[in-house]
């Protein structure tokens, strides 16, 4: 259920059978010049509307957090970058919220790399207040069936690119692009280096994306979510 709907009187009496709260967190950022600029926010929304249409009675749904930390990205267009100190702050301080309001179980539904960093500093300090917390990155931990629909991951690639058309396929247009590969050594940082790494803003195999892949995805990753809620679950109430 989305917490944005309820009443303050309607909160209180959710709150009496649910204990978890989800967050959606993205970032607003080029994703080359095929993508929405939303990609990292679309995609967690998209997430969390089927999950409500699945387990919305047990899971309160917050506001998402549609900024994040993009250093690597931050020489292009379109790019909101947020200091990982000033977006590692805010996240903790919603869930510290989330958890003087009742909340026992928090999950971070991330949709972006570049904050990654920052919510691993953020997870050990909520953890430390009593909370049970689960960390989604979807690119990172399901990376292995991914490659089994998509062969072309990256930022703003084949993946990517692919879920954003099961959306809207007028938030992306893979006719745009082809496939931009790096040999750059992501351990290396140096000034603007996001503008080697990434050229035109996106990396991977974005021309071969579709709709059906995308689709595909979903329906795969939603079961891989849905057991790691079930282990978030089946832990808390140890």
Not at 14 to 38: A, D, Q
Not at 174 to 193: A, D, R, T, W
């Amino acid at each position: 259920m989305y917490m944005m709907n309820l009443t303050a009187k309607q909160f209180t009496e959710v709150k009496k059978t649910v204990t978890t709260v989800l967050l959606p967190i993205g970032m607003m950022e080029t994703h080359g010049p095929h993508c929405s600029l939303g990609t990292d926010v679309w995609i967690p929304r998209e997430f969390v509307r089927r999950l409500d249409l699945l387990i919305g009675e047990k899971v309160l749904i917050a506001p998402e957090v549609p900024y994040g930390h993009s250093w690597g990205l931050a020489p292009f267009d379109g790019t909101i970058d947020i200091s990982a100190e000033a977006f590692s702050a805010y996240v903790y301080e919603i869930g510290k919220e989330f958890h003087r309001n009742g909340l026992k179980n928090i999950i971070l539904f991330n949709g972006h790399g570049g904050n990654i960093a920052s919510l691993t500093s953020v997870v050990e300090k909520l953890a430390d207040l009593g909370m049970n917390v689960l960390t989604i990155n979807w690119w990172v931990d399901y990376r292995e069936q991914i490659l089994e629909i998509t062969k072309g991951p990256g930022h703003g690639g084949e993946d990517e690119t692919s879920l954003i058309l099961a959306i809207d396929e007028k938030l992306a247009d893979p006719s745009l692009v082809g496939n931009h590969e790096s040999k750059l050594n992501p351990k290396i940082k140096f000034e603007k280096m996001g503008t080697v790494l990434f050229k035109d803003g996106y990396l991977g195999d974005a021309g071969s994306a579709t709709a059906e892949k995308g689709e595909k995805l979903y329906e795969m990753m939603l079961q891989l979510i849905l057991s790691d809620i079930e282990d978030l679950w089946r832990m808390a109430a140890k």
